[in-house]
DNA sequence: TATGAATGAGCTTTCATTCAT
DNA sequence: GATGAATGAAAGCTCATTCAT
């Protein structure tokens, strides 16, 4: 019998909630359905009528940050040109995720692969699409000798794994701003690419002063 | 009936050599003991003439890298009172143990939260132990003014998270060598603390120079 | 799949009923469940959505009995002060129930001591309450000169030893019918009590002729 | 290898202690090989050096203590042809030998379900021809005018309850001593019979006056 | 005589999932 | 939309027992 008031997207959407929540804390393996059901305050056999199989719930849950970080990225970068401008964009979209969404994207890291074939390979295929953004932006600022890196898909790899480190010690009650975080890696990360200590900060400088429009998308998705 | 030839020595170290395998392939929850005693080639039940229990077989796997990178790092670093010498030797031997033992390394990282409380205490405090080994150095490093960084230890988090991402790429036939990994992340690594691109690589040279002894111990250790 | 016409509460006695022959057959250890679902008519795992676990299942099975005893004798001796009627009526009571239910009260002798720590002590109690109540009777009928007894607590013990010890060879289709039982069983106890052979013949018949209304009560409770 | 000092028949002494121990402790089933044989301090497989098989093992536990108790009443019943002696005897014979192997006289109630049909049929029969024993005592005093029974076998049962059922309670730290129970019971014995309450005593009495050789043995036996 | 190594059988229990209601 | 009842698969683990050494 349907609970009064009970109502099919919130239902939805607190699964997707629990599932987040459980699997982050047990893992997807030991995170039993029935306890999801439990969370959310229905019987584990009802799932189904919300999900198609635990597999795929985990599939959903892989998928949607990925592609809104792709997204977001994309939408911010298509009008700047700038390889320093995209690589802090990449930085602030990738961070601002990673310490807004912690429980997800450290499924994300955990449970790729628990995935099957087919789904495991859609996951890591936007995997590749999202850090090839980050390469294409490092060998295009290498090419303009903004940034001095030997290997640029090592450095990619080096790089995200660096930004994504924090959500394995990030706790929204820690003694460091989200901002802060966000600007002592940005430093981090600019250092790593060889560029002087203040060069971010500088060309920031820069371009709240020159360019204000363009300035503003970035610090909507930098908050840098 | 005992298999001619059988031997507790021998089988022990087969049994930890597939569990490693395994567990790194399926993860930990989904490595049954069936599966690790398939591959060892004995029944499932005579895993137990080895081990005390599931569990307590994940946590033996965990402590012993741990173990023996501090081991190492100490053994390494007691006649090494510089702070840029002792970056570079903690480099690697991170560094050598993540690509010689990426799955032993990688296991670690993904199967802490699967140890029971005791055995979770024994290996999060070697970790942090290890953690700070690293934030040791950057802090008197700092203090020397060698290296330039916001926060010691959230430095520590960003340098120890970029370093360990190898084990999630790396493969012994893959186009790198070693050596250039490590020397790739060396360099990755001095630059993201501030120093010029080729300080290292200066600062070597005229180790070489200068103090031949000391410094043939830290090329055996960190292979730089 | 469930079965047309499959009910909880059927399955849940059918349960209970072949947890009792199963166990008092084969022995708690010996008696898997497997083998109960069996006898049940579906799988083992299905025995969980009625079971917290066997051992709760053997706790609740040894309870019921000692439970149902106690509330019987406690509700027919409210009217009796007299400790012959009292000891009358236990020993219905108690034969009645070890005749009737000749498994469940075996089973409560076997199978104590594989209860956990809380629950045994909870059965214990309860057992301690019930011999309590018949060292009570035989106390007051001592003081009341009507029995000649040296230790009140041992002829409990050996009182209740030889009213259980029906249970081991009581057979609905053997030779003696239960009021046979009764009646024999009813006599020794007397003679143990140091009561003359005849005396509960006797007191029966002048109750019969005096009292009729608390006689019938007696009568029904304890087959006499 | 042979431990210095190890001596076949001392080890396997202590395997039927320890067996007797662990199985009176946690019931057969419960009681595994490895338990009893770390008791006696060896290996599991080291038993089977005493063993045949555990079945085995837990029959001549079971079969002992009757083959004793029944070769010590035949001997002691051999010169005394009054039934009311012979009872006496049996009751000694019993109670002490229930006073003091009452772990073995447990396991052999609890236990005698485990045996494999053979052993099960040379048990029971020795119970049989055990309890029968008894029954004759209770049928020739019942034809000499000594006991009022009603029914011989229904008696015997009960008589053998209540006197089996000291193996439940007694401790021989507890405040009563073995004579003081064996005292109590016999005379519980005596009354169910329908012997008057101090028959007994005034017939050992007499007995002691009149024919002390005989008496003796009686004594040695009952310690009445 | 003793045991390290191994095994087949079997246990209780959990789980994702199905389906009639 | 929700759930009680059921299930097949599989898990970790214990056990009595065997056998070469």
Redesign the interface.
């Known amino acids: 019998m349907r609970l009064v008031g009970s109502n099919g997207e919130v239902t939805e959407k607190a699964i997707r909630r629990a599932a987040v929540e459980v699997i982050a804390e ?2 997807f ?2 995170a039993s359905l029935r306890l999801i059901a439990k969370e959310v305050g229905i019987q584990a056999p009802s799932l189904y009528n919300y999900i198609k199989s635990k597999e795929q719930l985990l599939f959903d849950l892989l998928k949607e940050p990925l592609v809104s970080m792709i997204a977001e990225y994309k939408a911010g970068a298509e009008h700047l040109p700038d390889p320093f401008d995209r690589l802090q964009l990449f930085i602030g979209v990738h961070l601002n995720f990673h310490l807004d969404f912690t429980q997800e994207v450290f499924i994300g890291n ?1 449970e790729l ?2 995935l099957k074939r087919p789904h495991y390979k859609v996951v890591t295929g936007l995997r590749d699409e999202y850090s090839l953004m980050l390469t294409k932006i490092i060998e295009e600022g290498a090419k303009a000798g903004q940034f ?1 890196v ?2 640029a898909r ?2 990619t ?6 930004l ?3 959500c ?2 990030y706790r929204p009650d820690g003694p ?1 701003s989200k901002d802060a ?1 966000v ?3 940005t ?2 990360a600019m ?4 560029l002087p ?1 203040t060069a971010h900060t500088d060309k920031a400088v820069r371009d709240v002063a020159n360019e204000p429009k363009r300035r503003k998308r970035a610090v909507t998705a930098s908050v840098a």
Chains 1, 2, 3, 4 share one sequence.
């Open positions: 047990h893992g393996e030991a955990m692969r628990r001095q030997d290997d090592v450095t790899f080096a790089l995200l794994a660096m994504s480190g924090v394995n010690w460091l975080i600007r002592i890696h430093k981090l250092q790593m690419l060889g200590a």
